[in-house]
């Protein structure tokens, strides 16, 4: 069986800043975020075998504060087409997934994180920044992804007050 974990990057410094929307940082409170995902990956023995995260800067930081509070030694890739990417766009980048791949991390945007959750399972679920979750892919090859209904497992909101 494969599983997908779709996660949002955590929330970004805001883009009045003059900065490229690609190019905005964490802020306080998605370092946290980022810091809560990954204690729940470790609590939950949440072993992953490949992340695929884009390439914008806050993915890049979500992903780095995940893994290191997860302690997951996972092979990384970044990935310039996650960036503003559509559920079609997303599903190509999952189909081309190893086949000794079974638990595989995607880290990216929305609306395109959304949008890919409901095509797999059939579900719409909001994904605020920081939300993890796991869908159980119907299909034994990442090729299937498109034509397999999978099942949403579980849905993490790593919500930080103040």
Known sequence: MKNLFLLRHARAV???DGLRD???SLSD??????????????EHSIGLDLVLSSSALRARETTELVLTEAQCMSEVRYDQRIYEASAQQLLEVVSEIEEDMNEVLLVGHNPGLEEL???LTGRLESMGTGTLAKIALGGSEWTEA?????????????????
Do not use: I
């Not at 409170?29 to 470790?42: H, M, N, T």
């Not at 034509?147 to 007050?161: A, D, I, Q, R, Y």
């Open 14 to 16: 805001s883009s009045s």
């Open 146 to 162: 498109a034509t397999e209904k999978g099942n949403l497992n579980w849905l993490f909101k790593s919500h930080v007050s103040g």
């Open 22 to 24: 690609f190019d905005r």
């Open 29 to 42: 409170q998605g370092r946290k975020q980022a810091e809560r995902v990954g204690k729940y990956l470790k």
């Open 117 to 119: 959750l409901k095509r």
